[in-house]
T-cell receptor, first 113, second 113 residues
């Protein structure tokens, strides 16, 4: 089944404790992206990747890092999480750039205390 | 700066009512347009998309949208809503085939049975 998976689905952590949210897709998609969803703000793009070893900042990249060492994986790294990063995070992939349908993962709900 | 506006944050309708959700975007040349839906507790999925051609686009579940270039709009419509249409709807725009996609803040639709 074609899908985007994210782990963990729920995470509660404390300020400053590094964490990684994994994202994996099995559709051989070139384009992958991370979004955060906050009430009243919709979805905002954090980082995106057009292909392996090619990543770029979205609209809200501060406090986040990403890497794309393999085509299927696109982990999101929070080196020193802060409470304002409490949010619902979605990973998405598409065949190429943004002209194609994006397939979204199930989301990761992160709480930073 | 490029932006996407959804006029209605929260819409409440009765079953069988007609629906129109507004979406406007800032001027930005060539656009690719999308509507996504997020059912309660689920990830986003594509309803419909417009790249070129016929400005009236039909999507899944009886939804359609009309691209009006002169008004920078891409409104979503459905002639008769069902209780199962209760969800949050997001308009999204890709400008000039660059690498980003910008989402509106979303419209929560609540259908009364």
């Amino acid at each position: 089944e074609a899908q985007v998976t994210q782990n963990p689905r729920y995470l509660i952590t404390v300020t400053g404790k590094k964490l990684t949210v994994t994202c994996s897709q099995n559709m051989n998609h070139e384009y992958m992206s991370w979004y955060r969803q906050d009430p009243g703000l919709g979805l905002r793009q954090i980082y995106y990747s057009m292909n392996v070893e090619v990543t770029d900042k979205g609209d809200v990249p501060e406090g986040y890092k990403v890497s794309r060492k393999e085509k299927r994986n696109f982990p999101l790294i929070l080196e020193s999480p802060s409470p304002n990063q409490t949010s619902l995070y979605f990973c998405a992939s598409s065949l190429a750039r943004t002209t194609y349908e994006q397939y979204f993962g199930p989301g990761t709900r992160l709480t930073v205390t | 700066a490029q932006s996407v506006s959804q006029h209605n944050h929260h819409v409440i309708l009765s079953e069988a009512a007609s629906l129109e959700l507004g979406c406007n975007y800032s001027y930005g040349g060539t656009v690719n347009l999308f509507w996504y839906v997020q059912y309660p507790g689920q990830h986003l999925q594509l309803l419909l998309k417009y790249f070129s051609g016929d400005p009236l686009v039909k999507g899944i579940k009886g939804f359609e949208a009309e691209f009006i270039k002169s008004k920078f709009s891409f409104n979503l419509r459905k002639p008769s809503v069902q209780w199962s249409d209760t969800a949050e709807y997001f308009c999204a725009v890709n400008f000039n085939r660059d690498d980003k996609i910008i989402f509106g803040k979303g419209t929560r639709l609540h259908i009364l049975p």
